[in-house]
């Protein structure tokens, strides 16, 4: 009685609120192993996920940079795409283009988009943009003055390119 009345309540209440007690327990238990099950599966299909990214990511990359020297190449250039990450972490993309071959017939380096004349500019950035357009699926592609500083032969050929191209989008 002395231990009931310290309690302040009788042994067989005392004895039910503990089995209440032990029963949430083990439900509460039980919840909290499905939510680590359920942490799991998410974390490994975020996992999965960002994996397959990567893999997109890396095609992706890949078929820019091949469209992009097969759209220069109309122009009898060679160049490449670059991708990077600045000190940001963001996703940079350099265009580098050859416009010459030396002497031997080899390709000089390939310059940096700043590098080159303003036509020359002007027609690898349509490049770019029409490689861009073709690996993201773009619906349609608006451009204003993107010839403006093209010499003729540079604005034919572009202008050729942007009415093959143009079907596709």
């Known amino acids: 009685e002395r231990v009931e009345a310290a309690m302040g309540m009788s042994k067989d209440v005392a004895e039910d609120e503990w089995l209440k007690a032990k029963s949430q327990e083990k439900k509460l238990g039980k919840r909290m192993a499905d939510l680590r099950r359920l942490e799991e599966e998410l974390t490994k ?9 990567k893999n997109v ?6 078929n820019a940079t091949w469209e992009f020297d097969k759209f220069i190449g109309q122009r009898d250039f060679q ?3 670059t991708f990077s990450k600045d000190e940001r972490n963001v996703d940079r993309m350099e265009p580098a283009v050859a416009t010459q071959k030396n002497s031997e017939g080899q390709w000089e380096e390939a310059k940096c ?6 036509g020359e500019r002007s027609f690898s950035s349509l490049c770019m943009v029409l490689a861009l357009s073709k690996v993201s699926g773009a619906p349609f592609l608006a ?7 093209m010499d003729e032969t540079n604005r034919t050929v572009g202008l050729r390119m942007l009415v093959d191209v143009s079907p596709d989008l």
């Open 113 to 118: 988009v700043k590098e080159l004349s303003g």
């Open 57 to 62: 990511l890396k095609s992706r990359k890949r």
């Open 45 to 53: 299909g975020i996992k999965t996920r960002h994996r397959k990214y």
């Open 143 to 149: 451009m204003d003055e993107f010839d403006v500083f």
């Open 79 to 81: 160049g490449r795409l």
